[in-house]
């Protein structure tokens, strides 16, 4: 078996930085691709939170001036992760949020951020530091979407390269008049470059010209071909289509493992799922809910937005408190919606709980406590949160969207007579089809038999980056092999 080196470049990694599901997909991969034997460097912005967890480094580089001021590049290791970091103060030494300031607005001078992150990754891959030489750059949504532009453009031999979109609504389009700041040449703003509709769009970019192209899930795959799914780059995706692949993320099981979970009250297996009553018990007790076993507890774990379909969950509410459940939100996001869950928590004291914030300890309780976990998003490119909630025995509810349609086995009869059902799906994505969603699983969690085999059937389902990391090395390696015909199909 061949031995791949690969610079993976992502503006969030977990445990250092997170925001979202790319952190978790940047942070679990390498580890994963190990045993493929392919090595991962990871290279990412030095935001404080990334320089705190660096517990040491070498510098392996510096610039004098990196679009507008000095910086230096630090090699180490961070949670088992071998990391490169791109401390330059100037563009990343700020508080919270990567992406946004204090009033929740993106950084003005987001483009020259994380244009940096992927002009260094460029030089990277043309030999910046010797040591490390890279066969293939693998870029992590719009904020390295101009790594393959970069490459592209200076005219230099490189590396083959992976651009891999997590979510397609996120972009990164920012003004024509940047090109020459960012060092793009003027023949780089064409359709058949960097330019997107008068803009400079950083995904489309990516998309237009890395070697080769993934999205986080087979189904999302197929729908971002789509007018209705493809945010405007459907026609470059349909055009690009025999190197786009869609391969499915995994979770770090070692971290989501309900048999040694620290973070949770009782530790519990497919075997001895009694012991899940506990950790329902302590999360009704954290949301003060009724201390009610026989309620079906319905768990909600997300960024609270429009795509995430917490809209079509506040209009279905009155059937799911009608079914005698109760409900336990954790998340954050736009201010209308929680302000909505807010008022329907006061509306519904003991029933409806809600709190307002991303905690990773809080999450692992809710897919350790709750009877089911509900994800009724508009489009879901992957989603983790079910693959999560498989782990731990919570039923997910799920839109048949994307990345959910391909991981949960829905409970229709057939399913459910050959023992194979692990949830609940719905379409389409309305308040109505949600709702009939939440009827059926109240029903099925009183058919105590049928609602335990829906339970082991989840917890047995392989949900780890074993699968999908052989899929990726397998792409890197026809990457990187010598031209063939025989493989110049993009894996399915």
């Known amino acids: 078996m061949t031995s791949v080196s690969v610079l993976s470049v992502a503006s969030e990694i977990y445990p250092l ?3 979202g599901g790319l952190a978790d997909v940047a942070g679990a991969l390498p580890a994963a691709l190990a045993a493929e034997d392919v090595a991962v460097r990871s290279l990412v912005p030095g935001y404080p939170a990334v320089l705190a967890g660096l517990p040491s480094g070498e510098t392996v580089h510096e610039f004098a001036d990196l679009f507008g001021g000095a910086a230096r590049l630090i090699a180490g290791t961070a949670q088992d992760l071998a990391l490169l970091v791109l401390d330059a103060p100037h563009l990343y030494a700020r508080p919270g949020d990567p992406y946004r300031g204090p009033q929740g607005l993106d950084w003005p001078d987001n483009a020259v951020r994380f244009a940096a992150l992927a002009r260094v990754a460029a030089d990277l891959g043309h030999g ?12 992590h949504d719009w904020q390295a979407g101009l790594v393959p532009a970069y490459l592209q453009y200076d005219g230099l031999p490189r590396p083959k390269t992976v651009m891999t979109v997590h979510n397609m609504a996120f972009q990164g389009q920012f003004p024509a008049a940047l090109l020459a700041p960012l060092g793009l040449p003027a023949v780089a703003f064409a359709i058949d470059g960097v ?49 786009l692949s869609g391969i499915l993320n995994g979770i770090d099981v070692e971290v989501w493992n309900p048999g040694n979970d620290p973070m949770i009250a009782a530790r519990f297996g497919p075997r001895r799922l009694g012991e899940r009553a506990q950790n329902k018990a302590a999360l009704q007790e954290r949301y003060d809910l009724a201390a009610s076993p026989e309620a079906p507890l319905f768990g909600v774990v997300s960024r609270l937005s429009w ?17 005698g459940a109760q409900l336990a939100v954790l998340g954050a996001g736009e201010a209308a919606l929680e302000n909505a ?94 709702a009939n969603g939440i009827r059926r699983a109240a029903s099925l969690f009183r058919t105590v038999g049928a609602w335990r085999r829906m339970q082991q059937m989840g917890m047995a389902t392989d949900v780890s980056w074993r699968r999908p990391a052989n899929r990726y090395a397998t792409l890197y390696r026809e990457l990187v092999r010598p031209a063939d015909p025989a493989s110049e199909e993009a894996p399915r």
């Open 341 to 434: 869950i807010a008022a329907a928590a006061q509306a519904h004291p003991g029933r409806v709980g809600a709190i307002f914030e991303f905690d990773e300890e809080l999450a692992h309780q809710i897919q350790a406590g709750a009877d089911a976990i509900l994800v009724p998003s508009r489009f879901e490119p992957c989603g983790l949160t079910q693959l999560c909630a498989l782990r731990y025995g919570a039923v997910p509810v799920v839109a048949r969207a994307g990345g959910l349609t391909d991981t949960v086995i829905d409970a229709n009869e057939m399913a459910l007579a050959a023992g194979v059902a692990t949830g609940i799906q719905f379409a389409p994505g309305s308040a109505e089809m949600l």
């Open 307 to 323: 795509q995430k379909g917490l809209d079509l969950l506040l209009a279905a509410l009155p059937v799911l408190l009608a079914a």
């Open 195 to 243: 330019e997107y509709y008068g803009s400079i769009g950083f995904l489309k970019a990516g998309l237009q010209l890395a070697d080769r192209l993934t999205t986080v899930s087979p189904t999302y795959a197929v729908e971002i071909q789509s007018p209705a799914a493809g945010m405007g780059l459907d026609g470059l995706l349909r055009a690009r289509a025999d190197r």
């Open 128 to 139: 910046l530091v010797p040591s490390i030489a890279p066969d293939v750059i693998h870029a």
């Open 17 to 19: 930085i997170k925001t």
